[in-house]
């Protein structure tokens, strides 16, 4: 009997692409955050385990929760959940001021290879690598009709120089093929329109984050499209083989790989043709299966885990810390009770009063609003009293007082903060 599990918070999309197949048989219940009517069990922000719990079918023992936590908030409460917690941390280093906090609290945490190592440098060693990007459902459908593979090179992804820079001198070197070939760079499509591209396309060029197997790699060779992935990648190997079903580049032979290509159809299209027959058997029903086989493997070593961690307390400046920067980087999901729990604490210390005021919208965001910042100074204004080496409250002020007009106090504040910097340096827990 394959084991039974729950798994969120997660939303309807999610279900019907990735984990329908385990649904379909019984062994799993998805659960999203309140308000997603297409799902069967409610996560409320401020219930606990045992009104969780309730919901479920009398006949449905789950043995483990699988934690979905790139860009959501996590209630607090399901930390007390008496079965083992696994964590997906997909996006690490995207999540890296939330999931440091919160991924001691899994039982067993799935990242990718990369993830894994700096995890274990952490001190985080319930560690185990899993690819959490399985091909989903809309893939493994054949299209009504095939489409003229007109776009020589394609490229779909980000190029916002914060936080994908590493992939601007690559783009700028496609983008020189264009005299000759058909070069299409973009971003921002998504579903039909998205895979629509993908199978007009010769060449995907795709650049991992972090050195892993991505979403992509998969995508574009279920499409048919020849993919070309980075030497450096650390993953791919396990998924595709290369020179045959996909093309590895490096700093020196990129444009010189795409010329010989696209100037040999027989060859792309051989190519093609196997990348595309390997990636549909990589569906994310086979690859989930394989790490469930492993969580089943170690189930009494992650109970044992899961009963010492539901009884034991959380830090009340880390839970504080945590829950806000969940918020901050959350997609979906709120934290509803996060300022009035804040406001009950008696005596707030420099980084209680910091994280009030982040949790006010204080912290630099491009949705903090005037009124947010005006009701966030205060409290960056009383943490510097009590600590005035915290710089972070410092920038925050700042940002908080351009926000509201008032630009000359925010002058002077910055210059302060140098002051600060110059003679004492930046103290290392404000680092995040």
């Known amino acids: 009997m394959p084991i039974p599990f729950l798994v969120g918070p997660i939303n309807g999309e999610s279900v019907s692409q990735q984990w329908q197949p385990f649904c379909d048989r019984g062994q799993c219940i998805p659960f999203g955050h309140s308000g997603d009517a297409d799902l069967p069990l409610q996560a409320s922000p401020v219930g606990d385990w045992k009104g969780f719990a309730a919901q479920l079918p009398a006949d449905f023992q789950p043995e483990v929760l699988l934690l979905f936590l790139p860009y959501q908030v996590i209630p607090s409460w399901i930390w007390q959940a008496p079965i083992p917690i696994v964590g997906l941390a997909a996006d690490w280093n995207w999540q890296w001021h939330s999931y440091r906090m919160i991924l001691p609290d899994c039982d067993l945490v799935l990242t ?7 995890l274990r440098d952490q001190g985080i060693s319930q560690v185990l690598e899993a690819n959490l990007f399985g091909l989903e459902a809309d893939y493994l459908q054949s299209p ?6 007109d776009i020589d090179v394609l490229f779909v992804g980000s190029a916002h120089p914060a936080f994908q820079k590493e992939r601007l001198p690559w783009l700028g070197r496609l983008a020189r093929l264009s005299s000759r070939w058909n070069v299409l760079l973009t971003g921002g499509v ?3 329109d998205y895979r629509n591209l993908l199978r007009r396309a010769k060449i995907v060029f795709n650049t991992s984050a972090r050195g892993e197997a991505n979403r992509r790699m998969l995508e574009a060779t279920s499409c048919g499209a020849v993919l070309f992935q980075e030497e450096s990648n650390q993953e791919i190997a396990l998924w595709l083989k290369p020179g045959s079903e996909h093309v590895l580049y490096n700093e020196q032979n990129l444009e010189s790989l795409i010329e010989d290509l696209l100037q040999d159809p027989s060859r792309l299209q051989a190519i093609a043709q196997a990348g595309q027959n390997r990636a549909r058997a990589c569906t ?8 469930l086989d492993q969580i089943e493997n170690r189930l009494e070593e992650l109970s044992d885990r899961a009963r010492e961690r539901s ?15 969940q918020v901050l980087g ?13 406001a009950q604490i008696q005596e707030l210390d420099a980084e209680l009063l910091f994280l009030q005021g982040v949790a006010q919208g204080g912290l630099p965001r491009r949705q903090t609003t005037g009124k947010e910042a005006r009701q966030a ?15 972070p409250a410092s920038l925050s002020l700042t940002e908080s007082l351009l926000l509201v007009g008032e630009d000359q106090l925010a002058a002077g504040g910055a210059l302060r903060a140098l002051e600060v910097l110059e003679q004492t340096g930046l103290n290392p827990s404000h680092l995040d």
């Open 112 to 118: 990718d290879s990369s993830g894994a190592s700096v």
């Open 144 to 149: 009504e009709e095939e489409l003229k593979r």
């Open 190 to 192: 998504f579903g039909e």
């Open 284 to 291: 994310f029903e086979s690859i989930t299966s394989r790490y």
């Open 311 to 325: 009884q034991r307390a959380r830090g009340e400046v880390a839970s504080f810390r945590a829950r806000t920067w």
């Open 330 to 342: 959350a997609a979906s999901g709120s934290d509803p009770t996060l300022l009035h729990d804040l």
């Open 377 to 391: 100074a205060p409290f960056f204004h009383q943490c510097l009293a009590e600590d005035s080496r915290h710089l």
